[in-house]
């Protein structure tokens, strides 16, 4: 009995007949995970970037503000915003937050907030009226006022479905306004 299997073992070593099928059959689950993965890790860079970009842009644009602000106004900014964030649809798949922060006698507040976009949830820097958290390193002095924009993106895997969580991008940007005061709520 050994004897028969040693010489099929042989045997079949020398057959060289259905080698490559094997080898594609074991490399190409390989090939395709790498495939997927390169995808997904792509789309994720690309979609942090944006987020980055849509935040910074925002808070940019309403601090180059001259004037009261007017809901309007933040409106098209964030219409704006949105062309920043294409292919990505950040009005189904996310929101923006746009704080005014000022300082007045030791105390930071969030002297006014608007969102838009489908997403909810709250700012990282407070609610409108309520004492305002700053990040480590960011200092208002007395008097002035800061713009903060919020960017928040609902991830999900295209490729991958339901082997990764669904994940909430976040990033923010905070500019001083240019041309005075952005503490006047919009209208």
């Known amino acids: 009995m050994i004897n028969r299997i040693c010489k099929c073992l ?88 746009v704080s005014s922060i000022a300082t007045s006698g030791g105390s930071t507040t969030v002297v006014w907030q608007r969102s838009f976009g489908a997403g909810s949830g709250g700012s990282m820097f407070g609610v409108q009226g309520g004492p305002a958290t700053l990040p480590p390193g960011l200092i208002v002095r007395d008097g002035e006022d800061i713009v903060a924009t919020e960017v928040f993106f609902n991830y999900t895997s295209v490729t991958i479905k339901g082997v990764l969580d669904p994940v909430t991008l976040h990033n923010y940007a905070v500019f001083r306004p240019r041309f005075g005061s952005l503490t006047t709520p919009p209208t």
């Open 10 to 97: 042989k045997r079949l070593r020398k057959d060289r007949k259905g080698t490559l099928a094997v080898e594609m059959a074991m490399a190409t689950p390989v090939l395709v995970g790498l495939l997927l993965s390169g995808i997904e890790v792509t789309r994720y860079v690309l979609l942090n970037q944006k987020v980055e970009r849509a935040a910074a842009t925002m808070a940019d644009l309403v601090s180059q503000v001259d004037v009261a602000v007017s809901n309007s106004m933040l409106t098209n900014m964030y219409d704006a915003t949105t062309y920043v964030m294409s292919p990505f649809d950040i009005n189904a798949d996310g929101h923006i937050v």
